[in-house]
Structure formats: structure tokens, C-alpha cells
Nanobody, 122 residues
Framework: QVHVVESGGGLVQAGDSLRLSCAAS????????MGWFRQAPGQDREFVAA????????YYADSVKGRFTMSRDDAKNTVYLQMNSLIPEDTAVYYC???????????????WGQGTQVTISS
């Protein structure tokens, strides 16, 4: 079983950057795919980015492609989401997930963090 904890959210202005962290523990994290999702008030949880821990390919939602970058630090068992050129539409609770494979739907993912709030002011 994998335990994931997000951090790094906050309130920033449009155009600014934020980096979210997701620390994984409790299992062989290299066996898992890791994902980032977000959920705005009144909306469904939506896919942001995901990758297998050991893979070189990362998948992004069209809405964040070119602005967000997902990376990992093997020594810290941590994945990051670097978010640049933030816009108000990026405002949401951001969740880290772990699972057996990369899915753009949130349903098949096995493990979730508690979420971290990201708010972008215009």
C-alpha cells in the first residue's frame, strides 16, 4: 500500500508559478504510476498529468500542456508538478494519486492524497 502526501499549494497571481510536491511512502514506489488531478468547486475531478515512476514519457491534459511539468526525485520518493504561467482557471484542489497504470480517468487510481489548494487571482 502506498501513502501519498501533497504540499506546495497557495494563493498566487495570474502569471506566477508554483511547484507542488507529492511524497510517496509505504511501498515500492517505482512499481507505480503517479498522477496529478484537480477539482474545482462544483466540477468533476479532472486529469492534469501522469507518468509511470520509471518511464520517460509524461502525459498532460491539453489545458496544461506547455505550462506544467511533472518530474520526480528518486532519492526522495517524490514527484513534482511545476506550474508556470498560471491562470485563474487553474484554481482547484490538486490531488496526487498512485496506481498500477496511467489513466486519464480518476476512477482506476488506487491511492490518493488529501489534496492541496491552489488559488490564482486575476
Amino acid at each position: 500500500q502506498v501513502h501519498v502526501v501533497e504540499s506546495g499549494g497557495g494563493l498566487v497571481q495570474a502569471g506566477d508559478s508554483l511547484r507542488l510536491s507529492c511524497a510517496a511512502s509505504g511501498g515500492t514506489v517505482s512499481r507505480y504510476a503517479m498522477g496529478w488531478f484537480r477539482q474545482a468547486p462544483g466540477q468533476d475531478r479532472e486529469f492534469v498529468a501522469a507518468r509511470h515512476w520509471t518511464a520517460s514519457n509524461t502525459y498532460y491534459a491539453d489545458s496544461v500542456k506547455g505550462r506544467f511539468t511533472m518530474s520526480r526525485d528518486d532519492a526522495k520518493n517524490t514527484v513534482y508538478l511545476q506550474m508556470n504561467s498560471l491562470i485563474p482557471e487553474d484554481t482547484a484542489v490538486y490531488y496526487c494519486s498512485a496506481g498500477s497504470n496511467v489513466f486519464r480517468s480518476p476512477t482506476p487510481w488506487d491511492y490518493w492524497g488529501q489534496g492541496t489548494q491552489v488559488t490564482i487571482s486575476s
